[in-house]
């Protein structure tokens, strides 16, 4: 094997004085979403070599009730490394570094010894919505924020918890109202990446990303650090929040206990983890400021690494602090994508599962000039109209439009609401629209769907990972420990190598496309004035 294949890992001068020694070739990184855990196994050319994936459950009840036992994530992922070693039997010598993302905005109540107090409030929980309109409102307001708050969030933090209650600040409060035992036998919130860390590692930290989503973050430059002004205003403790660390950090090594559990080394260097939206950017391989990426699976978002802060009110975007260096990542972030377009399928009487659900729109015929509209707020919308209340609306619906009809309807729908959002993204002086525009995520994976995303916005697009971005993303954190790289950005633009596909424009798409978008723009127009009355 190469002398640079086998390079030992390393940490750098951020590493506080943490060292370690143990040589390996193999960076293992995890990416845990809602439903489950995506292992995979990285070389040094970034190519995933053996994935495997391992599923948990989510207690959904009446209520907004969406919980998840941290316990079960930790055994999802000791399966998943069981599987992995059946591929890789030399994992536990080769493997040089451990690296993980999550999803975001939950919360887990730990106490001193960083046992969970009870099951973690997931991203999905909203039974803090009312808690949540209490914590942001008051007199004088606007659009249900107390303005003096208000003014304060957007100085410190660029943003300011949503009314769904369903930020992390608000299921504080809501743990301190409701379960106030809980609330003062926690000795840290911690996210969901920053519990299976701590039971990885023994430290109790997290990163900007999820800092910043708490809205207790202070974003601005060279003041970046938990805000005590806001601590304040919520009346939240501000020693209940863990160490900020930067992804690429190595945290110390696994305990004996964790080795033992996951079937690996005591040695293995074990970095500071990262969100997954920062995952998905640096797995896209877009990381030049002003670059942009489309990452489409469930729902789907525009996203990009900015020179500095980005705050749109009308439009509710903005940039939140990366888990690297604080720097700024804009994202723009829509409810429906994959969503809209299963239920488009099922609906019309298709099978929604692995190969007949793409095939439904491998078979979706012609588009005809007479296809009906689609609007896919089927759980409301965020970007560029922020209203749970919106829903879905087929327009031009006719006795001769049949189930494949439907679906066309749907692709070019959520396409063109990709486009709604896009069309505000990139007034910002700091983005770029020159060149192909990144896009990665499941429904990426859809040709129909991709060439559509390109007619649509008249712009070529470069289809990368589809379904493992977050994974490879993740695996480039650990590039300059490993020795891959100077930097996590600098090995996550390699990725742009990776792309499977290019899809460019047809003009003759790109023409009927428009005269349909700003039709489509009229009917969008006339639906949104009808939820104001």
Same mark, same amino acid.
């Given at each position: 094997?190469? +002398?640079c294949a086998r390079s030992q890992a390393r940490y750098s001068r951020s590493q506080k004085g943490i060292s370690y020694v143990h040589t390996g070739d193999l960076v293992i990184s995890a990416d845990f979403g809602t439903s489950g855990v995506k292992i =995979? #196994? #990285?070389?040094?050319t970034l190519t995933l070599l053996k994935r495997a994936t391992a599923t948990y459950p989510l207690d959904l009840a009446p209520g907004g009730h969406a919980e998840q036992t941290p316990d079960d994530w930790w055994a999802a992922f000791a399966r998943g490394l069981a599987d992995l070693r059946k591929d890789i039997p030399d994992l536990h010598d080769r493997a040089g570094a451990i690296v993980i993302s999550s999803q975001m905005c939950g919360l887990v109540c730990v106490d001193e010894a960083g046992h969970a107090l009870r099951p973690c409030l997931t991203w999905l929980d909203k039974r803090a919505a009312t808690i949540g309109q209490d914590l942001i409102g008051g007199f004088p307001s606007v659009l249900g924020y107390q303005v003096g708050k208000l003014a304060r969030w957007l100085r410190i933090a660029n943003g300011a918890p949503a009314k769904n209650g369903m930020d992390p600040t608000a299921k504080m409060a809501w743990i301190a109202k409701h379960e106030p035992e809980i609330f003062a036998r926690t000795r840290w919130f911690l996210d969901v990446k920053d519990w299976i860390l701590h039971r990885a590692t023994g430290r109790f930290t997290t990163s900007a990303e999820s800092a910043n989503m708490t809205w207790l /973050? $202070? @974003?601005?430059?060279g003041r970046q650090g938990w805000s005590s002004t806001l601590t304040k205003m919520t009346n939240l403790p501000i020693e209940k929040l863990p160490e900020i660390v930067d992804a690429d950090e190595v945290l110390g090594t696994l305990t004996p206990q964790a080795a033992a559990e996951l079937g690996l080394n005591s040695a293995l260097p074990v970095l500071g983890g990262t969100s997954d939206v920062t995952a998905a950017a640096l797995g896209s391989g877009e990381v030049e400021d002003g670059a942009l990426h489309i990452s489409a699976a469930t729902s789907v978002w525009i996203s990009g690494f900015m020179p500095g802060r980005i705050l749109n009110v009308p439009s509710s975007y903005a940039t939140i602090s990366s888990g690297l260096g604080y720097r700024p990542l804009l994202i723009a972030s829509q409810e429906n994508a994959g969503s809209a377009m299963e239920w488009a399928v099922? #609906? @019309?009487?298709? *099978? *929604?599962? =692995?190969e007949s659900l793409a095939g439904a729109f491998d078979d979706m015929g012609a588009p005809v000039p007479d296809d009906p509209y689609f609007l896919p707020w089927l759980?409301?919308?965020?970007?560029? #109209?922020?209203? $749970? +209340? /919106?829903? =879905?609306?087929f327009h031009g619906l006719g006795l001769h439009h049949d189930a494949r009809a439907l679906r066309r309807a749907a692709v070019e729908g959520v396409a063109m609401n990709i486009r709604w959002s896009y069309s505000r993204v990139i007034r910002e002086k700091a983005v770029r629209t020159d060149g192909p525009i990144s896009m990665v995520g499941g429904v990426a994976g859809n040709a129909a769907f991709a060439q559509t995303v390109a007619d649509t916005l008249n712009r070529p697009v470069r289809v990368g990972e589809t379904r493992h971005a977050g994974v490879l993303g993740t695996a480039t954190l650990a590039a300059p420990t490993m020795g891959w790289a100077d930097t996590a950005f600098e090995a996550a633009a390699r990725l742009r190598a990776h792309s499977s596909a290019l899809y460019t424009p047809d003009p003759t798409r790109v023409e009927q496309l428009e005269a349909r978008y700003q039709k489509l723009d009229k009917i969008r127009k006339d639906i949104l004035r009808s939820y104001r009355h």
């Open positions: 094997m190469p +002398a =995979g #196994v #990285v070389d040094d /973050l $202070d @974003s601005r430059s099922r #609906v @019309s009487g298709g *099978t *929604t599962s =692995g759980a409301g919308e965020r970007v560029p #109209v922020d209203n $749970d +209340a /919106l829903r =879905g609306v």
